[in-house]
Every structure is written in structure tokens, then in C-alpha cells.
């Protein structure tokens, strides 16, 4: 009865069962950082599996985030002077959009004139008592037409250029067209996502022409255009009520609500640090392609925590009662300790080898 004892107690440790879900967490996470794919926690690698719908920012994210002045317009002035005003008004803009035409006036070796009562409007412009840039709804809330601009910015604007409005004495006084490329790996990782069946949608504050003309180069379907950077979260939100688990995937500083609102937040490695503080994971070089990567190594993770949990059950529930002595009033069969403790050292085994199968993922 002692010996029966002892063999009971060995067989019954759960040693395997509390290694189960830790280890292979810790080796697909582990994984995940020699990726270069920044998970913060164990529920995140639980969870990226689950998304249904993705949701891609457009610059930084989707584009290089390096957008370049292509073109510039003038109907009053020449394009010195349109270059010259507009970059004098956005010299003290943050926005992604500032820096190009800034820079070229630079280039150009323009001086920038002195700006009054500067102000920035979030997600539509600029203005002073110099004048306005902007795009189509600043020059809507200042009144001014855009009668004489709309057949050069529908035609810049089906080359997937966004376009900023050079506005003076309440009239349009020219255009500036920006144009910033997609990642190579864009049009992979949408077809990748969508093979997993994965709803992907493309965000931005462009217009719905210059927003079709990026999605149709990187194979998007769904579009969400001229948001508003404070309604991103708005539609994140509105995406998980239809009962879906949403990814949204973005580096700047207006995407960190819209991160912190989603099922699981994907922080670009090159962009801003509040952005990687609101998202779950960082794909520290910025490379597409790691997001599907990340969700394949999610679901082979969850698959070997099962395999995991069920071996060290199987281990447990089939050998107690043999322990126990249940097959010795048949067979005279009893359980040595010896064989038991070999038994159970088996079963952790089984589950640190199993589990070291991820770190070929």
C-alpha cells in the first residue's frame, strides 16, 4: 500500500501540465522577437489568430512614409512664389505632409517670409493672415471655391497624389501635389491576409479618389477616406461592433487612439513611440509582411499548447489509476515508483520537446 502510495503521488504531480501553456508562450514569443516582432504579452499571441478585419494607416504604414513634391501648380504668380508661400505657412506644421514642400523650397534656396496668427487645423490644414494650405474641406470652411482647381486635382488625384490647396485673399491661388510610394511588400501581405480570410481595410485622411488609387495599387477592396484623425477610433470601433476582432496597423502619433481601441494593436518599429506604446506589438522594422507572419506563428503557437495540455492529461489521467493499483486484481499488475517517476519526467519531456518545435516556425 506504501508503495502504491508513493507511485500515485509521483504520477500525479502536474509538473507537465503547469509547463504546458508558459513554455510555449515563452518560445513563440522568443520567436516572434528574432523576427523582429515585438510582442508585449501572452494574450496577444492567444489573440492575433482570432482577427477578422485589418485595418491599414495609409502613410508609414501601407506608403514608405517619405512623400516627395511632384507637382506644382500655379494660376495666379509663378511656381516660385506658389512654392515659396506655401512652404512659409507649413514650415511650423507637424503634419507628414509639411516636410516635402518645405524641403524643396530649401532645395529651391527660397526664402521662407514671416508668418502671423499661425494656425493648425488637425486633418485639414494650415492657416495665418499670410493665407491657407490646405486640403478640399479647409478651403470648404473658409468659403473658398474650388471651381477653378478641379480639373488638375481630379487628374492628380487618380494618380494617387494627394493634393494641397495654396489659398490667398479667399480665392485659390495654387496647387501642390505629394506623392509618397508604397512599400514593396504591400501588395504580398494584402494577398496574404485576404488568404487567411482576413477582411483588410485601407485608413486615411485623403479624399476618396486619391484613397481608391493607393487601395487599387495595393490590392485593397475597403476603404475608409477622409477621416479625421480623432475619428479613428470611431472607426475601429464601429468595425467591432459588426462582431469582428479588429487589427489596426499604423505609426503615427493621431493612429495611437485607434491602436489602443483595437483587438490587437500593430505599431510600425519606425514610427512614433506613443504609437508603440498604445499597440500590443512592434514590428521593429517596419516590414508588412511580419503581420501574417505574426498571426501563422499565433495559431502554431495555440496548436502546440493544446498538443501540450493534452498529452500531460493523457499522462496523468491514464497512469494514476494504474498507480492506484487498479489492474491488479486481473493482471497482478502494480505501478513501480521507479517507473513512475521515469513516467512522469517522460511527460515533461514530451511537452519542452514539443514546445521547441516553434523555434522552427
Avoid at 511656381?79 to 515659396?84: A, D, G, K, Y
Avoid at 486633418?123 to 468659403?143: E, F, I, T, Y
Avoid at 481601441?261 to 512592434?282: R, Y
Amino acid at each position: 500500500a506504501l508503495v502504491n502510495f508513493v507511485a500515485v503521488l509521483i504520477i500525479a504531480c502536474p509538473c507537465a501540465l503547469g509547463l504546458a501553456t508558459p513554455l510555449a508562450i515563452m518560445i513563440g514569443t522568443g520567436n516572434a522577437a528574432q523576427k523582429g516582432i515585438l510582442i508585449k504579452d501572452a494574450a496577444t499571441l492567444e489573440i492575433a489568430h482570432k482577427i477578422k478585419a485589418i485595418i491599414l494607416d495609409k502613410t508609414g504604414t501601407l506608403t514608405k512614409g517619405r512623400p516627395e513634391l511632384t507637382d506644382i501648380i500655379a494660376f495666379d504668380g509663378d511656381r516660385e512664389e506658389i512654392l515659396q508661400l506655401a512652404a512659409s505657412l507649413e514650415q511650423y506644421s507637424e503634419h507628414h505632409l509639411a516636410k516635402p514642400v518645405v524641403e524643396a523650397a530649401r532645395v529651391e534656396r527660397l526664402t521662407l517670409l514671416e508668418v502671423k496668427n499661425f494656425e493648425a487645423i488637425a486633418g485639414k490644414g494650415v492657416k495665418s493672415d499670410s493665407g491657407a494650405v490646405g486640403n478640399r474641406s479647409m478651403m470648404k470652411d473658409l468659403g473658398i471655391p474650388l471651381d477653378r482647381a478641379e480639373k488638375d486635382m481630379a487628374r492628380l488625384e487618380n494618380e494617387g497624389k494627394t493634393v494641397v490647396i495654396l489659398a490667398l485673399d479667399n480665392k485659390i491661388k495654387g496647387l501642390l501635389a505629394i506623392a509618397d510610394t508604397l512599400k514593396d511588400e504591400s501588395l504580398k501581405t494584402v494577398q496574404a491576409l485576404e488568404k487567411k480570410g482576413i477582411e483588410v481595410w485601407l485608413i486615411t485622411g485623403d479624399n476618396e479618389k486619391v484613397a481608391r488609387a493607393i487601395a487599387k495599387q495595393a490590392g485593397i477592396k475597403n476603404i475608409m477616406a477622409e477621416v479625421l484623425p480623432q475619428e479613428k477610433a470611431e472607426k475601429v470601433k464601429a468595425l467591432q461592433k459588426t462582431g469582428k476582432l479588429v487589427a489596426m496597423a499604423g505609426d503615427g502619433i493621431n493612429d495611437a487612439p485607434a491602436l489602443a481601441q483595437a483587438d490587437l494593436g500593430i505599431a510600425m518599429g519606425e514610427g512614433t513611440d506613443i504609437a508603440m506604446e498604445s499597440a500590443e506589438v512592434t514590428l521593429m522594422r517596419g516590414d508588412l509582411t511580419l503581420i501574417p507572419e505574426m498571426i501563422l506563428l499565433s495559431r502554431k503557437t495555440l496548436i502546440v499548447i493544446k498538443q501540450n495540455l493534452f498529452w500531460a492529461f493523457f499522462y496523468n489521467v491514464a497512469f494514476i489509476p494504474v498507480a492506484a493499483g487498479v489492474l491488479y486484481p486481473f493482471f497482478g499488475i502494480l505501478l513501480n515508483p521507479i517507473f513512475a517517476a521515469a513516467a512522469m519526467a517522460f511527460s515533461s519531456l514530451s511537452v519542452v520537446l514539443n514546445s521547441l518545435r516553434l523555434k522552427r516556425s
